[in-house]
């Protein structure tokens, strides 16, 4: 087990204040990785850009509760078809190949 998934379980364990067996459901590990899936694999500001944005569209859907796993599964196929790298590779490649610098004279 890697220290990055240690870390990550000693301070959820702390914010939710018990641990107990239902943090381990395969729900919570789908969630997981619906929001590393859409932020992109390999890269630290996929899996952060992933959970800001599942987590606003989770607020945004608070009311609608019935609908709300219809709309993550046709976001997670949505986004595994047009953005199979996630949001944030494409993103840095895009600033990765942009001009740097003033006009050269």
């Known amino acids: 087990m890697s220290a990055g ?6 301070l959820y364990g702390g914010f939710v204040g018990i641990a107990s067996p ?5 729900s919570y590990s789908a969630l997981a990785l619906l929001m590393v899936i ?5 890269t ?6 992933g959970a800001a944005m599942f987590t606003v569209v989770t607020e945004l859907l ?4 019935e609908w709300r796993m219809i709309f993550f599964s046709v976001l997670l196929i949505m986004s595994m078809i047009m953005l199979p790298r996630g949001i944030v590779v494409p993103l840095l490649a895009v600033i990765r190949r942009a001009p740097r610098g003033g006009r050269r004279t």
């Open 5 to 10: 998934k240690v870390l990550a379980g000693a």
């Open 22 to 26: 239902e943090l381990l459901s395969v």
């Open 38 to 42: 859409i932020g992109g694999r390999g």
């Open 44 to 49: 630290v500001w996929g899996a952060i850009a």
């Open 62 to 65: 608070r009311a609608a509760d």
